[in-house]
Each structure stands twice: as C-alpha cells, then as structure tokens.
C-alpha cells in the first residue's frame, strides 16, 4: 500500500496503548527482513535507514540517498501492512531535503554538536519544508548517552528537561519527541536503567508522541513499561546489526565456502543461501520486538 504517515500510526498506537517499532536498515536484506516481519504478525511498521550511516565520513563510498529513499518507498507501496519512511538522525540538512525528494516520508536531524537557538531554527525550517509535502519531522530534545562494546564504557548523556523539551516543541511545530530518558544508544551489554517518573512527567508535559531510542539496550518488562506510559514509537537498530552478524558469522565458521559454488553461498535464495540466512534472523528479531511493543495484529 501507499505510504502512511509516521504520525499516523503514533497517534494509533498511542490510542492503542502499544508502540510502532521503527527498524533500522542498512541494505536491501535487512529492509526487506523488516517488512517479513511486519506482514507475517501484521503489525504497521517504520522502515528506514540511519542518515549518520548513510552519510557517515567514514564512508570509503559516497552513497546517493536517494537509492535508499526509493529502494524504501518502493518496498513500502508493494507490502500489506501499513509502512512509514524514516530517514532517521542525519546530520547533514542536504541529506534530509535529498531524502524527502526520494520518497522519506519522516526525518530527523541530529544536532548534538550546535546550540540550542540554532536547533531550534533549522527544526522549524525542516517542520516549514516537510508539512508542505506530508512529511513528518523527529527530534531529540536531551541527549542519549552511547554505549561502546569495544571498551565496554558509555558515554555521559543528558536526560531530557521536560520544561525545555516542551518549549522546543511549541518553537518548531516538530511531530515526534525522541526523549533521553535512561535508554542508551548501542547498548548490548547490560540494560538501560528506564526512569519511569520522568517519562510520566514527560508525557504530562509534551502533547506529541514520545519516541524511545536504544531498543536494543532496553530490557523486555521495561520496554513494555514504557510503553504502557505512552511511548508510542521505539527504535531499533544494534540488535538487528547484530543478528545479521552472528547469522553470517555462523555460515562461515560451519561451510567451507572456497568449495561451495558461490551462486548457492549468495544469490539463488536456497537453503545454503548465507543472506537469506541473514534476512530471517534479523526478521525474528524485528518479530521479537514487535510482539514486545505490542503492535502485532494492528496493521
Ligand atoms: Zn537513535
């Protein structure tokens, strides 16, 4: 079907009392493993990529946008359950205009390093651009602190200041709050310490919906804690790197590929197929998380 707009099915699932899980992706396994997973338990679904990936400079290949704007929208319109577009935390505005050109149908800029006035000014300039064309427009208020497994440290962050958060949503119009509440980015190691009170003066205070980065690193009663409260959008991304990692891992340490005929390795979709392999263990676990945020069924 069309694509349906990322608000639309948060104020859903916010009447619904469940979350909508936005699944991010980074080829095209991965984005249609999402999309499994959402048909198989009919739940609506936010597909999408990172625009800090996409655009990272570390990047040794420039990639165009707008392949994956269309490679999502494309996906989106061909399956029977209702799909958003989120290019989500870019930290390039260019990226964003790109993205809305190529089929996003919600963004989010990343702004952690400028001040506040100046966040302010180029969320209300997205929220302008974006509402002319049924956009939607995600921002941080606060800041998610990042787990790193190589060192097993996390970095400090800032959990959001519900006077602050409210004032910047009344200033740009934005239509989703993604808010630092305990939750950690890539966190796999250990659980996120969820501070409930602050979600509940949160949602006392901001009257758009709430948005719960750091799924991944979020422990199952927790999550579903947080949702009963009016989290109605949780993000996932870590564990489904993860997930196809460990599936590819796996392959390779249980075949000898170098006397396999590559085509059965990669490409003919069969029972040795290594990415298919891959593609069904990231969709178990977008079908985990949906089953934990409960939107299965709500398509
Ligand atoms: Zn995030």
Redesign the pocket.
């Known amino acids: 079907m069309a694509l349906v707009s990322m608000n639309t099915l948060m104020q859903k699932a916010l009447a619904g009392r469940y979350a909508v899980g936005y699944f991010e992706a980074w080829n095209m396994e991965s984005i249609l493993a999402v999309t499994d997973a959402a048909e198989k338990t009919q739940s609506p679904v936010i597909i999408g990529f990172g625009g800090q990936f996409i655009g990272s400079k570390k990047r040794t290949i420039t990639e165009n946008i707008h392949h994956y704007g269309q490679l999502g929208k494309a996906i989106a319109e061909t399956v029977n359950v209702p799909v958003a577009l989120l290019l989500?935390?870019a930290h390039e505005v260019d990226m964003l205009l790109k993205g809305m050109d190529s089929g996003f149908n919600a963004v989010m800029f990343e702004g952690h390093d400028i001040s506040m006035e100046e966040f302010i000014r180029i969320n209300r300039q997205l929220v302008k651009i974006a509402k002319g064309r049924d956009v939607c427009v995600e921002a941080e208020v606060g800041k998610?602190p990042d787990a790193d497994i190589a060192s097993d440290s996390i970095s400090d962050g800032k959990k959001t200041d519900p006077d602050e958060a409210a004032f910047f949503v009344k200033q740009t119009g934005i239509d989703a709050l993604?808010v630092s509440v305990g939750n950690v980015?890539l966190l796999e190691t250990g659980k996120a310490a969820i501070d409930f009170a602050l979600i509940k003066e949160l949602r006392k205070k901001i009257n758009i919906p709430l948005v719960l980065?750091?799924g991944t690193g979020v422990a199952e009663e927790e999550l579903k804690e947080a949702v009963a409260l009016g989290m109605c959008k949780v993000?996932v991304?870590t564990s489904l790197k993860r997930a196809y990692l460990n599936s590819i891992q796996e392959y390779l340490n249980n075949n000898n590929v170098s006397k396999m005929d590559p085509h059965n390795v990669i490409g003919r979709g069969g029972n040795m197929d290594m990415l298919c392999a891959a593609r069904e263990a990231v969709a178990k676990e977008v079908e985990r998380f949906i089953k934990i945020i409960g939107s299965e069924n709500k398509a």
């Open positions: 989500n935390e998610l993604a980015h980065h750091g993000n991304g």
